[in-house]
């Protein structure tokens, strides 16, 4: 299981900072997703590890970045002009093998545990 960190509740307007470990995994790629009360889990962002891009969802493009520290070992989502509809359970997950669309929650096959991110109006 990955290891997360970061959640917490902010204003809208504000920054949150979600924390991912990932060691031991060699992953191919590695995203965040996101499970609001009453829709489907979505992806956030992910990164590849074969070259370090990087890829989000139009609803956080701009206000989300998604990165890793110069030695791998963790995995951050920076979220900036936080809104309240980025209110969610927030997981980190890793794919081993190549996966299809980084979209797709079943590629992934080691999660963390999730973080609740509330942003209020």
């Known amino acids: 299981q990955l290891a997360v960190s970061g959640g917490g509740s902010v204003q809208a307007g504000g920054s949150l900072r979600l924390f991912c470990l990932p060691s031991?995994?060699?992953?191919?790629?590695i995203a965040w997703f996101r499970h609001a009360v009453g829709k489907d889990k979505e992806g956030v962002a992910a990164?590849?590890?074969?070259?370090?891009?990087?890829i989000y969802a139009d609803a956080v493009k701009g206000r989300f970045t998604i990165a890793q520290d110069s030695d791998k070992t963790t995995l951050f989502l920076q979220m900036n002009r936080l809104k309240p509809e980025d209110t969610a359970m927030y997981y980190c997950?890793?794919?081993?093998?190549?996966?299809?669309?980084?979209?797709?929650?079943?590629?992934?096959?080691?999660w963390g545990q999730g973080t609740q991110v509330t942003v209020s109006s």
């Open positions: 031991g995994y060699a992953y191919r790629q």
């Open positions: 990164l590849y590890a074969v070259d370090g891009g990087t």
């Open positions: 997950a890793a794919a081993t093998s190549d996966v299809g669309s980084w979209r797709r929650a079943d590629y992934y096959d080691v």
